[in-house]
């Protein structure tokens, strides 16, 4: 499998999830509306003199207004997303072949195996982060008394899920405050035991950006019977990724310059 750091990544031709919608064309096709931006460019030349080094300021409006830097939170719409939007919703108003959607999801499912370790049957497509982190824990049996560690620094979506898995079937939340904005290993470790059903945090948290050490928390999980969950949505595409290393289970938007470039 490939491992890609941010550059890498950001190398990758795209239309940004035109490769999953029926009837738009990749590899250099594209809708008549769209113009032609940074994502369309050759990457393999870095001018380290520019404000714009990789040439992809231009899939991003908003830089010609901001300088922004909320993309913990929500990160701009880049030029390629919206076309595939327009493209989906005319699809659907024009009643396309529905398997040509099916044949380009499979392909995006390919490419997103291919660009980040893991097996193509490994991978569900679902809307968001915290709708497929209820799947799994809907799926799991629990019962009185088990427990779910996470920290303080995870997203705010997850204490609700667990809050009320705690009110409906009698767990134990048990959530690890942070020291300087880091949480370690050994802090989970000090709440882990063998009734501990799952670990979960955000790979990369949106509150500060720090990095757990994924293998490290899954030894850890599966040295007490456990699952470890990983929210990875600040994590794609920034350091180099094979998911067959990490022993997770993972759910992650594709949203911002992941999506971008999965063709």
């Not at 942070?178 to 979960?200: H, K, N, P």
């Not at 990369?204 to 990875?232: K, Q, T």
Request: aromatic fraction near 8%.
């Amino acid at each position: 499998m490939k491992r890609l750091n941010r550059r890498r990544f950001l190398t990758t031709s795209a239309a940004a999830g035109l490769a999953t919608i029926p009837g738009i064309r990749t590899g250099g096709a594209y809708p008549e509306s769209r113009e032609r931006t940074g994502a369309d460019r050759d990457f393999h030349s870095v001018d380290t003199g520019s404000d714009d080094p990789l040439g992809v300021r231009g899939s991003f409006p908003v830089t010609d207004e901001l300088a922004y830097l909320n993309t913990a939170s929500v990160g701009p719409l880049p030029v390629p997303v919206r076309d595939a939007l327009h493209a989906y919703a005319d699809n659907k108003m024009r009643r396309r072949d529905a398997a040509a959607g099916r044949e380009a999801i499979a392909g995006a499912r390919s490419r997103f195996a291919d660009m980040f370790g893991a097996d193509e049957d490994e991978l569900a497509f679902l809307y968001a982060t915290s709708g497929a982190e209820n799947i799994i824990v809907s799926a799991m049996e629990w019962r009185a008394g088990d427990n779910v560690v996470v920290d303080e620094l995870h997203f705010v979506t997850t204490f609700v899920l667990y809050r009320e898995l705690e009110r409906r079937a009698g767990i134990e939340l048990r959530i690890i405050p942070s020291r300087d904005g880091v949480v370690t290993v050994d802090d989970f470790a000090a709440r882990t035991d063998q009734r501990t059903r799952l670990i979960s945090v955000a790979w990369v948290s949106n509150r500060n950006g720090f990095r757990y050490d994924l293998p490290a928390l899954a030894d850890l999980a599966h040295a007490h019977g456990a699952h470890l969950f990983a929210d990875a949505i600040q994590a794609w595409g920034t350091f180099p990724t094979n998911l067959h290393d990490e022993g997770v289970l993972g759910a992650h938007e594709l949203s911002g310059f992941v999506a971008q470039h999965l063709s």
